[in-house]
Nanobody, 122 residues
Framework: QVQLVESGGGSVQAGGSLRLSCAASGRTSSKNVMGWFRQAPGKEREFVAAISWTGITTYYADSVKGRFTISRDNAQNTVYLQMNSLTPEDTAVYYC???????????????WGQGTQVTVSS
C-alpha cells in the first residue's frame, strides 16, 4: 500500500502561481509513475500531468502544457506540481496518484490522495 498526502493548495489571483506537493509513504520502494489529476465542480476528474519513475519523461494535458511542471524527488518520496499563469479555469480539487510499474499512462492509477483545493479568482 502507498499513502499519498497532498499539500500546497490555496487561493490565488489569476496570473499567479502555486506549487503543490505530494508526499508518499508506505510501500514507496516499488518503482512507479506519479500523476496529478483535478476535478472541478460539476465536472469529471481529468488528467493533468504524469512523470516517470526516473523523472526523465513527463506528459501533460494540453490545457496545462507550458504552464505547469511536474517533478519528483525520489529520495524524499515527493512529487511536485508547479503551476504558473493560473486562470479561473484551473480551479479544482487536485489529486496526486501513483501507479505501480514503469508504464506511463493517464488512467488506471492504483493509489490516490485525498486532494487539495486550488481556487483561482479573476
Amino acid at each position: 500500500q502507498v499513502q499519498l498526502v497532498e499539500s500546497g493548495g490555496g487561493s490565488v489571483q489569476a496570473g499567479g502561481s502555486l506549487r503543490l506537493s505530494c508526499a508518499a509513504s508506505g510501500r514507496t520502494s516499488s518503482k512507479n509513475v506519479m500523476g496529478w489529476f483535478r476535478q472541478a465542480p460539476g465536472k469529471e476528474r481529468e488528467f493533468v500531468a504524469a512523470i516517470s519513475w526516473t523523472g526523465i519523461t513527463t506528459y501533460y494535458a494540453d490545457s496545462v502544457k507550458g504552464r505547469f511542471t511536474i517533478s519528483r524527488d525520489n529520495a524524499q518520496n515527493t512529487v511536485y506540481l508547479q503551476m504558473n499563469s493560473l486562470t479561473p479555469e484551473d480551479t479544482a480539487v487536485y489529486y496526486c496518484a501513483a501507479k505501480t510499474g514503469l508504464y506511463m499512462t493517464t488512467t488506471d492509477y492504483d493509489y490516490w490522495g485525498q486532494g487539495t483545493q486550488v481556487t483561482v479568482s479573476s
